[in-house]
């Protein structure tokens, strides 16, 4: 399984950026996906998921009112659109995957045991 992140960069508050996230080897059909950020000095932190089959997207706190996630099935890819980007946005942002992911447990990072190599986003003031 790989997962490859990309999109992040440099950029103003109030700017936006479009994460991706392309993977390969597993079933995407039958996973959940998850897009976590880690601040530096931080523990890294649940942004946003959604279960492929279905389309559920469940929200972190980070994330409510500017962010969103979504998927193209036909290139095994989600997407996390960030709005608003503000400098406490600033964090490498991980997607990471797992089956059997059930909704309850969708924001425990410990629940996801496959991860990409992480994007940086820098936003400053």
């Known amino acids: 399984v790989q997962l490859q992140a990309s999109g992040g960069g440099l950029v103003q508050a109030g700017d936006s950026l479009r994460l991706s996230c392309a993977t390969s080897?597993?079933?995407?059909?039958?996973?959940?996906m998850g897009w976590f950020r880690q601040a530096a000095g931080e523990e890294r932190e649940f942004v946003v998921g959604i279960r492929v089959s279905g389309g559920s997207k469940y929200y972190g706190d980070p994330a409510k009112g500017r962010f969103t996630i979504s998927k193209d099935n036909a290139k095994n890819t989600v997407y996390l659109q960030m709005n608003s980007l503000q400098p406490e946005d600033t964090a490498v942002y991980y997607c990471a995957t797992a089956y059997g992911i059930i909704a309850s447990t969708v924001r425990d990072r410990g629940r996801y045991n496959y991860w990409g190599q992480g994007t940086l986003v820098t936003v400053s003031s």
């Open positions: 080897g597993l079933t995407f059909m039958h996973v959940t």
